[in-house]
């Protein structure tokens, strides 16, 4: 047995131990306030069982195992629908960014064990309504003045900003220099006064996700985790842990086990749609999408662990899986005919191909739209011309808004 076998092994049995407590089972009806509390507790129990930040580094609370015992962890919790939704974006990019760039080793710590045991949560204020994919297109401004920054802006698609005590954020600190420039990257807290958080309601009735205002919102410069007006570098740094944290090759959507176990309940033509050849080659052309995926991770975190930087193929995850998700979901449907319409309270986009379908589109622009990941392919992988940018090199205020 290997290593990483005898790992899985070990996670699987905690994880089937304690799914009585925090499971699906466990969550059944509760409202985002008990469901919340659930995983406040299932993360404080992840890390005194030694499951938390598998591949941190010990002196900030870590295991300081490798990603590929991340990865086999996660795959292994991933089926008993654990309350750790709430938690993914703070410990995938703020925290992480966090820890690589605070100047304050000891206060960096402290929060990097607070968010593994769930007391804390980070969120990452990039989007904006007028930036969108563009993160260079950032309007939100910074001033420097007496006692520290002042920020006035807004940001939009800030997932769980309405739970989250502290937050990253990039501004715009010197509108006179191209836009890739004149930005700088801080940490906030998201209690300071100015600070508006409004929860915006999506088509599957969640609200998960907000547009985040900022009135005069004083940060010191203290909390500034970049050079003045070099942020662009460590928003970089940040979207690319994103790529690979945010890996998953079914897209967050239901296994693929699950499409076979539904169209083996469903009829083609009078006959089995198993049987059918449409059917078949969407199987089989979902499963290749996802193995081949899987493989550019598991490249990506031996990378990662032998301290390179992984790539911009990380781009091509969350388009080609979510891209496959939503293919297969809307089949599924089709196949089911009216029961796919059935509305279930408690399913999840895991185990739901209604909901799955429903909340793919947000998949599609969070993290990044597929028209930026298709132009990052494209000039980064392929090596074709880059599109024509009329604002490159200009100053970012004399840019028509």
Same mark, same amino acid.
């Given at each position: 047995?290997? $290593?990483?076998? =005898? ?18 089972? $466990? ?8 469901? *919340? ?21 010990? %002196?900030?609370?870590?295991?300081? +195992? ?33 820890? @690589? ?6 206060? $960096? ?6 968010? *593994? ?33 002042? *920020? ?14 502290? =937050? ?6 010197? /509108?006179?220099?191209? !836009?890739? !420039? =004149? ?73 693929? %086990? ?19 050849? &449409? ?6 052309? #979902? ?11 598991? @490249? ?6 032998? =301290?390179?930087?992984?790539?911009? %193929?990380?781009?091509?995850? !969350?388009?080609?899986?979510? &891209? ?8 599924? +449907? ?15 986009? &895991?185990?739901?191909?209604? !909901?799955?379908? *429903?909340? $793919? ?7 990044? #739209? ?14 074709? /011309?880059?599109?024509?940018? /009329? ?11």
């Amino acid at each position: 047995m290997s $290593a990483l076998d =005898g790992w899985r092994k070990e996670a699987r049995a905690w994880l089937a131990s304690v799914a009585p407590r925090f499971g699906k089972a $466990a969550r059944h009806r509760l409202d985002e306030a008990a469901d *919340l509390a659930l995983g406040r507790a299932y993360l404080a129990a992840r890390y005194d069982a030694g499951f938390a930040g598998i591949h941190w580094p010990v %002196e900030v609370g870590g295991r300081g +195992l490798s990603p590929l015992h991340k990865l086999v962890f996660e795959a292994e919790e991933l089926p008993f629908a654990m309350p750790s939704g709430y938690f993914g974006v703070s410990l995938g990019m703020p925290v992480p960014v966090l820890i @690589r760039f605070a100047s304050d080793r000891a206060w $960096a710590r402290e929060r990097a064990i607070a968010a *593994l045991r769930g007391e804390e949560i980070w969120c990452q204020l990039f989007s904006e309504p007028a930036g969108g994919s563009d993160l260079a297109g950032l309007r939100t401004r910074a001033e420097f003045g007496d006692g520290g920054w002042r *920020l006035n802006g807004q940001k939009l698609w800030t997932t769980w900003a309405q739970h989250a005590d502290y =937050g990253v954020i990039v501004a715009r600190s010197d /509108p006179a220099l191209p !836009k890739h !420039k =004149g930005l700088t990257y801080f940490w906030l807290d998201m209690r300071s006064p100015g600070v508006t958080v409004r929860p915006i309601r999506l088509a599957d009735g969640t609200h998960h996700v907000n547009e985040v205002f900022f009135d005069e919102v004083l940060v010191p410069d203290s909390q500034r985790l970049s050079p003045v007006d070099g942020g662009f570098g460590v928003a970089m740094a940040t979207l690319m842990i994103e790529r690979y944290a945010g890996g998953d090759s079914a897209g967050f959507g239901p296994p693929l %086990e699950l499409f076979i176990e539904t169209a083996r309940g469903c009829i083609v033509n009078d006959r089995p749609a198993l049987e059918d050849g &449409r059917v078949r080659a969407a199987i089989a052309r #979902a499963y290749a999408a996802r193995a081949g995926l899987d493989a550019i991770q598991q @490249r990506a975190m031996r990378m990662m662990a032998e =301290g390179m930087e992984p790539g911009p %193929e990380g781009s091509l995850g !969350k388009l080609v899986a979510v &891209r496959s998700r939503q293919r297969l979901s809307e089949l599924a +449907l089709d196949l089911m005919g009216s029961a796919g319409l059935a509305w279930h309270l408690d399913a999840t986009t &895991r185990d739901d191909w209604a !909901k799955s379908w *429903l909340d $793919a589109p947000t998949g599609r622009i969070a993290g990044g #739209a597929d028209e930026m990941l298709l132009n990052t392919i494209a000039e980064r992988i392929l090596g074709l /011309p880059q599109d024509h940018r /009329p604002d490159k090199g200009v100053p970012f205020n004399q840019i028509p808004a």
